[in-house]
């Protein structure tokens, strides 16, 4: 029996609805940085209402291996995951062009000659 979406009116194996919406989406990763030093990268602007946050969150925690949450719109995930957790969400799925990466404003530039 093949099942018919009913946004485009086409069986559900060549649908595509699904993908146009996390491509629709826009994305924005950034640090949040708590008492004690304690660092939050947290993930905002996915549509709650296409998306499952909690199942999102618990495969962002098991491919980043850390702790986090995934409620009203913000996955916050425990610790700095700024360079992991865009990949991550690529191979979710997600577009590489909707997500947004914001810098750590606290740690600002690199100085020049140190690495
Ligand atoms: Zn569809």
């Known amino acids: 029996m093949t099942?018919?979406?009913t946004t485009c009116g086409l069986?559900?194996?060549?649908?595509?609805?699904?993908?146009?919406?996390?491509?629709?989406?826009?994305?924005t990763v950034m640090i949040?940085?708590?008492?004690?030093?304690?660092?939050?990268?947290?993930?905002?602007?996915?549509?709650?209402h296409e998306v499952d946050m909690g199942e999102l969150a618990k495969k962002l925690k098991n491919k980043l291996a850390c702790g986090g949450t995934?409620?009203?719109?913000?996955i916050a995930l425990q610790g700095d995951h700024l360079?992991?957790?865009?990949?991550?969400?690529?191979?979710?799925?997600?577009?590489?062009?909707t997500i947004d990466v914001q810098q750590d404003r606290r740690q600002g530039p690199r100085p020049y000659g140190r690495r």
């Not at 360079?83 to 062009?97: I, N, Q, T, Y």
């Open 83 to 97: 360079r992991s957790v865009k990949d991550a969400l690529v191979e979710l799925g997600f577009s590489a062009d």
């Open 11 to 27: 069986p559900k194996d060549l649908c595509v609805c699904d993908q146009i919406a996390r491509e629709s989406q826009r994305i």
């Open 70 to 74: 995934g409620k009203d719109g913000v």
């Open 3 to 5: 099942t018919v979406c």
């Open 32 to 48: 949040e940085r708590k008492k004690f030093g304690k660092a939050y990268t947290t993930v905002t602007g996915i549509n709650e």
